[in-house]
């Protein structure tokens, strides 16, 4: 049962509220990027070599800068400065394109209702998804499943946040943003590395999601709660129907 000190809920996205296989997401993803960016020169292995590269400048990100900055200013390191110009476009691919990545996703009956119902009962929630893609991005994904950013305290994306997961820092960062202790969170989330060791480590409740579990390798995850959505349905006391 949730404990009833708990007063906010952090659900991570792809894997947890929106069930996928990463890799077959992902392939899916850079396809459509790269058709994006095709009529502007930029060859797709290039593409998306930079992305990788600005991706993981933003997981190593100090919180200097935000992910955002860091993203871009590695991206035209490796494709050059003109790309700069292209912001505006990439924008309006994650609005528009990236409903094509849909295909790649399943459903969740379960999780308009999970959000709905814990508001409902008064806990404050929030998408702590990583902050690797812009708002449009989280808000493209968010529809899929009936939602929008405004159902939720606070949607991280990468123009908001100054670190990643699985960075404490980045849990420390949320919690910062919602006015909000580690004792009064639930962080509810997929991945072994990412969601049960970064937020426990931040000093987090944890809820693992088994259903596209990833990462677990090498985690302890004793004294996790765990189990599939509908388990932590019912470990909410919220109603599966």
């Known amino acids: 049962m949730l ?59 100090d919180g200097s800068i935000k992910n955002d900055a860091r993203f871009w200013q590695v991206f035209a390191k490796e494709l050059g400065e003109d790309i700069l110009r292209l912001r505006p476009v990439f924008d309006q691919f994650y609005r528009e394109e990236f409903h094509g990545a849909r295909a790649a996703t399943r459903e969740n009956p379960y999780a308009r209702q999970a ?24 808000a493209t994904r968010l529809s899929w499943l009936g939602l929008a950013p405004e159902d939720f305290a606070l949607v991280t994306s990468y123009e908001s946040c100054s670190f990643c997961k699985p960075n404490p820092a980045y849990f420390a960062q949320v919690l910062e943003q919602l006015g909000r202790s580690p004792q009064e969170c639930l962080m509810v989330g997929n991945d072994g590395r990412e969601d049960v060791q970064a937020a426990k480590a931040a000093g987090l409740s944890v809820y693992l999601v088994t259903d596209c ?29």
């Open 3 to 61: 404990n009833e000190k708990i007063t906010t809920i952090l659900f991570d996205l792809d894997g947890t509220l929106l069930p996928m296989d990463t890799e077959s997401f992902t392939q899916t993803y850079f396809k459509l990027l790269a058709k994006k960016a095709a009529p502007y020169g930029y060859e797709p292995k290039t593409l998306v070599n930079a992305v990788w590269a600005g991706t993981k400048a933003m997981v190593m990100n």
């Open 115 to 138: 959000v709905e119902g814990l508001k409902a009962r008064g806990c404050q929630v929030a998408l702590a998804t990583n902050p690797l893609f812009p708002l449009a991005g989280q």
């Open 213 to 241: 579990m990833e990462h677990t390798e090498g985690v302890d995850l004793s004294g996790t709660e765990q189990g599939s959505f509908r388990d932590f349905m019912e470990f909410a006391g919220l109603c599966c129907c």
